[in-house]
């Protein structure tokens, strides 16, 4: 079992940036695929990037493709979410999210994640 808790959201102006932390608690960090998904009020919880457990592979949602980048420090069983270039669009309740083993092609879907962390909003404005 693992326990998840976000840092670092806050109010950025559009154009600017944010890093987001999960410290990871628990056992075999590196077993873990880790992903960070979004909600805003009134929408569906949606899929932002995934990491593999080594670090090397990764995925992202069209919508933050080229401006959002996502790794991992398995040694300090962290995970992290730098947000580059954010738009209002952006705003939203972002969760830090672990998954056991590989992820395969259902990356997305967030009913493939066991664990995940209380949230940490983050607020674009235009």
């Given at each position: 079992?693992?326990?998840?808790?976000?840092s670092g959201g806050g109010l950025v102006q559009a154009g600017g940036s944010l890093k987001l932390s999960c410290a990871a608690s628990g056992r075999a960090f590196s077993t873990y695929t880790m992903g960070w998904f979004r909600?805003?009020?009134?929408?569906?919880?949606?899929?932002?990037?995934?990491?593999?457990?080594?670090?090397?592979?990764?995925?992202?949602?069209?919508?933050?493709?080229?401006?959002?980048?996502?790794?991992?420090?398995?040694?300090?069983?962290?995970?992290?979410?730098?947000?580059?270039?954010?738009?209002?669009?952006?705003?939203?309740?972002?969760?830090?999210?672990?998954?056991?083993?590989?992820?395969?092609?259902?990356?997305?879907?967030?009913?493939?994640?066991?664990?995940?962390?209380?949230?940490?909003?983050?607020?674009?404005?235009?």
């Amino acid at each position: 079992q693992v326990q998840l808790a976000e840092s670092g959201g806050g109010l950025v102006q559009a154009g600017g940036s944010l890093k987001l932390s999960c410290a990871a608690s628990g056992r075999a960090f590196s077993t873990y695929t880790m992903g960070w998904f979004r909600q805003a009020p009134g929408k569906e919880r949606t899929f932002v990037a995934v990491v593999n457990r080594s670090g090397v592979g990764t995925r992202y949602a069209e919508s933050v493709e080229g401006r959002f980048t996502i790794s991992r420090d398995n040694a300090k069983s962290l995970v992290y979410l730098q947000m580059d270039r954010l738009k209002p669009e952006d705003t939203a309740v972002y969760y830090c999210s672990a998954q056991n083993g590989a992820y395969g092609s259902t990356f997305a879907d967030p009913r493939n994640y066991v664990y995940w962390g209380q949230g940490t909003q983050v607020t674009v404005s235009s």
